[in-house]
């Protein structure tokens, strides 16, 4: 088997689905822009981890658990759906960060140092759970992944495709945390703040809706 080529598609394809807009790329866009790139990039962290665990889950047989137990993955729907929900209507409700519509605390101090802050560890856990009940990652992992490997490869070509989805989310998302934590994005943003809030907020509800009553 040529696994050089193997390992080339699934790094194509695995691109493909972490550039797809979804509910990781909405938690890591939403901490950037309200909170300092340190708290993005925990996020971006925690879904990295989250990719390893899903990934690793993956090669132990993913999809035959889901298959014995099709509940399981009802389950997790539900779950992540649920998690989902409560962070749009969390950003939906929230007042804002003291800087927004405020020019000049932003010509003084900066954008950076004048934001709200997360910090790292709850960051880290919002992207860790994101993650692991996000059904995009459970679908992806769960069959497009698996139709890749075969438990009988060479422990390297599994390691390597491991690698190659880990790098794929902390390239992906760290390039997304540190282009809404700029101080171009962050001064627009003191202008539309409660509009990105809300529709932040009603894009992760309208995920998590979805995810609740979807029995496909």
């Known amino acids: 088997m040529n696994y050089a080529s193997l390992l080339l598609t699934l790094l194509a394809v695995d691109l493909l689905s972490v550039i797809s807009?979804?509910?990781?790329?909405?938690?890591?866009?939403?901490?950037?822009?309200v909170?300092?790139?340190?708290?993005?990039?925990?996020?971006?962290?925690?879904?990295?981890?989250?990719d390893l665990l899903w990934s690793l889950a993956a090669l132990l047989g993913l999809s035959a658990v889901f298959t014995l137990w099709?509940?399981?993955?009802?389950?997790?729907?539900?779950v992540g759906g649920t998690y989902l929900i409560y962070l749009g209507v969390m950003a939906w409700r929230s007042k804002g960060s003291p800087l927004a519509?405020?020019?000049?605390a932003l010509g003084s101090?900066?954008?950076?140092?004048?934001?709200?802050k997360r910090s790292p560890s709850a960051a880290y856990l919002r992207g860790?759970?994101?993650t692991l009940t996000n059904p995009k990652s459970i679908a992806y992992w769960g069959s497009i992944f698996t139709l890749f490997l075969k438990p009988d490869m060479p422990t390297w070509v599994q390691a390597v495709a491991v690698g190659i989805g880990v790098v794929d989310a902390l390239v992906w998302y760290g390039a997304v945390a540190f282009l809404f934590s700029?101080?171009?994005?962050?001064?627009?943003?003191?202008?539309?703040?409660?509009?990105?809030?809300r529709i932040s907020g009603a894009v992760m509800i309208g995920f998590g809706a979805r995810m609740v009553f979807d029995r496909d």
């Open 101 to 104: 519509g405020t020019e000049a």
């Open 70 to 78: 099709p509940w399981l993955y009802g389950a997790m729907k539900i």
């Open 182 to 197: 700029s101080g171009f994005v962050q001064r627009f943003y003191t202008r539309v703040e409660r509009w990105i809030r």
């Open 21 to 33: 807009p979804g509910p990781n790329f909405v938690v890591v866009m939403e901490t950037a822009v």
């Open 128 to 130: 860790l759970v994101t």
């Open 35 to 50: 909170h300092r790139t340190r708290a993005a990039l925990a996020v971006v962290l925690g879904v990295a981890t989250g």
């Open 109 to 116: 101090a900066g954008p950076r140092e004048s934001r709200t």
